[in-house]
């Protein structure tokens, strides 16, 4: 009796990574002004948002400035590292 | 506007040496050498190590030449298209006088710590100026 070899399904698997994050830390030594123009400067935004976020950072130590994928945080860390800020590459979890 | 331009009375020009040493081009101020025993903290070390990894040539090209103007013209003459570049460069000079502070290469005395002040809190006024032109 011929038998059919065992044919394999191959079901796509989608994995989800989680994002990635970039954070900038609060630092002694930027000028609040300096971070708003660094913010739009790097990250493309409009003066309210980097203001906001500028102040979180003052106020709480840090703000996520940007959550995707891999490539682009990585370049906008070196992008906020060549502005002299403090900016950390972080996967979310 | 073309430039923004910024005058300094004579005894700020005399002390203007002691920046351009911080403007040399290499790895400055022994951070790094000394690491955490010498009042870093570690997210101060981490933000001057930050300096030394992402330390551009032309930041300090640019500081030298706004310094060694200053010291000899008595002004700074900031290009409306240098602010970007100027902003970073003052900056990394405002991380460097930091720096040499905490390790203690420079201005170790009361009279010193008062130079450092007056640098600390005259570079971010400039900073403040050059965003205020840029925000409007």
Redesign the interface.
């Known amino acids: 009796m011929h038998q059919s070899a065992p044919t394999a399904t191959l079901e796509p698997v989608t994995q989800t990574q989680p994002p990635w994050c970039v954070i900038v830390?609060d630092?002694?030594?930027?000028?609040m002004?300096?971070v708003?123009?660094?913010f739009m400067?790097v990250l493309g935004m409009k003066?309210p948002d980097a203001e906001r976020h500028m102040l979180e950072v003052h106020e709480k130590g840090k703000s996520v400035v940007f959550s995707g994928e891999r490539e682009p945080a990585e370049a906008y860390v070196?992008a906020l590292?060549?502005?002299?800020l403090?900016a950390r590459l972080q996967q979310a979890t | 506007m073309e430039a923004l331009v910024v005058k300094f009375e004579p005894p700020v020009r005399s002390c203007v040496p002691s920046l351009l040493e911080l403007c040399e081009d290499r790895p400055h101020a022994g951070a790094l050498h000394h690491g955490r025993n010498h009042n870093l903290d570690a997210e101060t070390f981490d933000f001057v190590h930050a300096d030394l990894v992402t330390c551009q040539s032309g930041d300090l090209a640019l500081l030298r030449g706004l310094l060694t103007q200053l010291q000899i013209t008595g002004e700074l003459v900031i290009p409306v298209s240098k602010f970007d570049d100027a902003l970073r460069a003052l900056a990394l000079l405002r991380i460097r006088l930091h720096t040499a502070r905490l390790v203690g290469q420079a201005y170790p005395g009361q009279s010193e710590r008062h130079l450092f002040v007056f640098w600390f809190d005259l570079l971010a006024n400039l900073q403040n100026i050059i965003c205020s032109a840029i925000l409007g």
């Open positions: 830390l630092d002694p030594i930027s000028v002004s300096y708003v123009v660094a400067r003066q070196q590292l060549a502005w002299k403090n």
